[in-house]
């Protein structure tokens, strides 16, 4: 089992930065793959960004340029740095772990409550 708590959602303006923090807890050290996720009133899920094990990152194109994830393995925690923030970034932000390799949500078994972010105009 692993367990993870997200922090660091909060009510910004547009231009601004936020840091989303993500501890995990539990058997850690199966994790294959981390992401970040998030999703709008009336959306889909979608993916941010992710992590493979050896350090690899993908990120959607809506937020490439802005958002950086990264992750400290002596702290046991995932981050996203978010950068010049715009009000469609409003979302509730999910942390996502798998124990294997990853294609869609569905293959992450495991997912934190989430984190609100609001971004105003």
């Known amino acids: 089992q692993v367990q993870l708590m997200e922090s660091g959602g909060g009510l910004v303006q547009a231009g601004e930065s936020l840091r989303l923090s993500c501890v995990a807890s539990?058997?850690?050290?199966?994790?294959?793959?981390m992401a970040w996720y998030r999703q709008a009133p009336g959306k889909q899920r979608t993916m941010v960004a992710r992590?493979?094990?050896?350090?690899?990152?993908n990120y959607a194109d809506s937020v490439k340029g802005r958002f950086t994830i990264s992750r400290d393995n002596a702290k046991n925690t995932l981050y996203l740095q978010m950068n010049s923030l715009k009000p469609e970034d409003t979302a509730v932000y999910y942390c996502?772990?798998?124990?294997?390799?990853?294609?869609?949500?569905?293959?992450?078994?495991?997912w934190g409550q989430g984190t609100q972010v609001t971004v105003s105009s």
């Open positions: 996502a772990a798998s124990l294997g390799s990853v294609s869609s949500p569905h293959d992450y078994q495991y």
């Open positions: 992590i493979i094990s050896r350090g690899s990152t």
């Open positions: 539990g058997n850690i050290d199966s994790i294959y793959a």
